[in-house]
């Protein structure tokens, strides 16, 4: 069965610390990794990652694919108490007579403390 | 531009009943996905639609249905309500179809079942 499994389920960091959130996948026909950040709210886009080895990167987030391995990283340097969210990984994957499929990993909780 | 918006924000309803949610999406976004996130099972895909006709589908009963207007607003029905159907429901809309690196998640509807 496809699935999506991110660790740690829950991580408590200091402003300024660096954290690594990860997430592993088995799927088949894999099309793409996205990243989320929820917060109080409905999940908005941080990256979508198809190529692996390739870093995205956005201000103090990055993040990594390795297909071969089959996990993603999210990378979040110098944290800030605005950085306190869920974040969600998901995968993208083709499934015959349904469709592209999305699965969702049940996510990281960050408390950054000031 | 105006968000994806939802209707309603709030729902309750008893056991046997049927629900319908409303989606509206960005201007000029024509394809709509419908979520359904809940504490033990984290977010889960149930459908998408793309031009009214639905293109992708994820594992969820028939009890759950969709449709989308020639303006791609879009509807979720639920029928025969059971307790495990208390959910929060998101819909997101995006350009078109493919990788999700485009897609805007509305603020949800929280379903109670009682």
């Known amino acids: 069965e496809d699935k999506v499994v991110q660790s740690p389920l829950s991580l408590v960091v200091h402003e300024g610390d660096t954290v690594t959130l990860n997430c592993s996948y088995e799927?088949?026909?894999?099309?793409?990794l996205l990243w989320y950040k929820q917060e109080k709210k409905a999940p908005t886009f941080l990256f979508m990652l198809?190529?692996?080895?390739i870093e995205k990167k956005s201000g103090r987030l990055s993040s990594i694919l390795d297909k071969k391995e089959l996990f993603s990283i999210l990378n979040i340097t110098a944290t800030q108490t605005g950085d306190s969210a869920i974040y969600l990984c998901?995968?993208?994957?083709?499934?015959?007579?349904?469709?592209?499929?999305?699965?969702f990993g049940t996510g990281t909780s960050l408390t950054v403390i000031p | 531009k105006a968000g994806v918006t939802q209707t309603p924000r709030y729902l309750i309803k008893t056991r046997g009943q049927q629900v319908t949610l409303s989606c509206s999406p960005i201007?000029?976004?024509?394809?709509v996905s419908w979520y359904q996130q809940t504490p033990g099972q984290g977010l889960q895909f149930l459908f998408e639609?793309?031009?009214?006709?639905?293109?992708n589908k994820g594992n969820f009963p028939g009890r759950f249905s969709g449709r989308q207007f020639s303006n791609s607003r879009s509807e979720m029905n639920v029928s025969t309500l059971e307790l495990g159907d208390s959910a929060l429901y998101l819909c997101?809309?995006?350009?078109?179809?493919?990788?999700?690196?485009?897609?805007?998640f509305g603020p949800g509807t929280r379903l109670l079942v009682l």
């Open positions: 997101a809309s995006s350009p078109s179809v493919g990788p999700r690196g485009d897609q805007y």
């Open positions: 998901a995968v993208e994957a083709y499934v015959r007579d349904t469709g592209n499929q999305f699965y």
């Open positions: 639609y793309f031009s009214e006709t639905q293109r």
């Open positions: 201007s000029g976004h024509r394809s």
């Open positions: 799927v088949t026909n894999f099309r793409s």
């Open positions: 198809t190529s692996s080895g």
